[in-house]
Every structure is written in C-alpha cells, then in structure tokens.
C-alpha cells in the first residue's frame, strides 16, 4: 500500500489546516488509519486513529482540537487541526494499520512520506 499526505504548510498560532492522505490498496476500509507527528529532535508520536468502524482515538495534546475523518469510498482520510499551537509543529506522518479489523495505537505499518505543518507564535 501507498500513502501519500498532503495539506501541510505554514500558520500562525490559533490557525487551522486541513491534512489529506490518498492511499492505494484494496480492502482499505478494513483498516485503522492514523496520523502520526515528529517534531525536530523528537520521536514520532501518536496524534490520531479511526478505526473501520469510525471510531476515533485522540492524543491528549489534540483532542478537542484536531478532528480526524476517512472516506472509504475515497481511500483517503483526513486531519482537521484547528486553534493550532507552535508546539503542534511537526512532520504529520498518516499511516494504515498492519491488519485488518485490529488496532491499538503501535499497530500501523504502512507510512506516508509526511507532510510539514509549521505554525509561527
């Protein structure tokens, strides 16, 4: 499978962006998809999943901010951040889980090549 995100750039704090993933593959809406972030000098950590069901799964640094969706029909899945913060910096990673019908939040082996999200105090 193939994911390829997009929808990163620049934004000042309190800002909003829209980050999309495309992927290739069939079966997709068997699968948990999920964002994952790193910023500079940091390990890749979790942000968001939803599962096949459409169930959702937050960080506690996110939630109630950033909203995440997909569309099987599509194959894509999206992020939307709002009352963005300069912590929230990163490469957004969106990543497809590694079987279907499974998910916990170290459960994805599929990765997109990243998309940069940079939002300015």
């Known amino acids: 499978v193939q994911l390829q995100a997009s929808g990163g750039g620049l934004v000042q704090a309190g800002g909003s962006l829209r980050l999309s993933c495309a992927a290739s593959?069939?079966?997709?809406?068997?699968?948990?998809l999920a964002w994952f972030r790193q910023a500079p000098g940091k390990e890749r950590e979790f942000v968001a999943a939803?599962?096949?069901?459409?169930?959702?799964d937050y960080a506690d640094s996110v939630r109630g901010r950033f909203t995440i969706s997909r569309d099987d029909a599509e194959n894509a899945v999206s992020l939307q951040m709002n009352n963005l913060k300069p912590d929230d910096t990163a490469l957004y990673y969106c990543?497809?889980?590694?079987?279907?019908?499974?998910?916990?939040?170290?459960?994805?082996?599929?990765w997109g090549q990243g998309t940069l999200v940079t939002v300015s105090s």
């Open positions: 593959g069939r079966a997709f809406s068997r699968y948990a």
């Open positions: 990543a497809r889980g590694s079987r279907a019908y499974y998910y916990t939040k170290t459960s994805f082996a599929s």
């Open positions: 939803i599962t096949w069901t459409a169930t959702t």
